[in-house]
């Protein structure tokens, strides 16, 4: 507060200062004063309405029209918030000691930490009812997103979320006992080598995958590190049910275009639009609709950020 009054004082200082040694001149050349801007005929603006500039270290009085959007800014969520409150129905702690918890970092799946399959669980144990068809999320960051589709629909569908990175799943694991749900597991597993002997041991049918906001890994050189590759697009369309469906999306176009070609080569896939006349696409065929009710996070922070999100969904031909 005492640093606010000091930058108020100054400023009111120097800009009478500046007013009183103007040129008597008409000259509307604006006078210079160390670490300020002001106009040749000062307007006083509160604080509030000035930036300091990084480049050169100047307080700079904004615009008149620039003061409704800082107002604006001022009341504005940030995206944390947005995705606490688009997960609010959960209830869920977040006082747990498990240490820095970061969703995007970058994992090199190719390293050899990550080569190992995956233990196929005891299905009985981790659901009330391993009979029920099953959703698969690859790359499911926090799990909010399954959890909250599970505790929507606890008798329909199973959901398992298949994660690298471990703290995440273990959050995850401790969240879903919080909830008591029977309906959902998650696992620490590298998708491109476990995914297929997961869903084989799966005493259901395989309803539905998603490929939501994977990691781009923008380098062509990493490009092999992206999670969607030909052998696990062959395992998903392989193990789907008839009817069964494919959800890919992504706020970077560069992968949702990648996501998009494997798929559309697969023949026994179609795109929704083309089955179902009532669900609208763009002129480029992306999705309009959110098709599962809720956004994911990283959906969340994109859009807050003014990004598009491109969406595809495929259904497997009987």
Known sequence: ????????????????????????????????????????????????????????????????????????????????????????????SYNLDLGHVRIRQHVNPLSSSFSVPAQVPDWNQVFADPTLPLMVDIGCGSGRFLMWLAKRDPKVRNYLGLEIRKKLVKRAEIWVKDLGLDNIHFLFANATISFKQLVEAYPGPLQLVSVLCPDPHFKKRHHKRRVLQKPLVGAIVDNLMPRGQ????????????????????????????????????????????KPMGIRTEREIHAEYEGAKIYRRLYQKQE
């Open 1 to 92: 507060m005492a640093c606010c009054r000091f930058l108020r004082l100054q400023f009111y200082h120097n800009s009478c200062r500046a007013f009183r040694s103007r040129p008597s001149s008409s000259s509307s050349s604006s006078v210079a004063l160390p670490f300020l801007a002001v106009p040749s005929c000062p307007r006083y603006y509160p604080l509030s309405f000035c930036h300091v500039s990084s480049s050169s270290a100047q307080v700079v009085a904004a615009e008149p029209h620039e003061q409704e959007q800082q107002q604006e800014s001022h009341h504005l969520p940030r995206s944390p918030d947005l995705v606490a409150l688009e997960y609010s129905d959960l209830n869920l």
């Open 246 to 289: 494919v959800f890919v999306q992504s706020d970077v176009l560069e992968m949702a275009l990648d996501m998009r070609e494997q798929f559309d080569e697969v023949d026994l896939l179609k795109h929704i639009d083309t089955l179902n006349p009532d669900i609208s696409c763009d002129g480029e065929g992306w999705l309009l609709s």
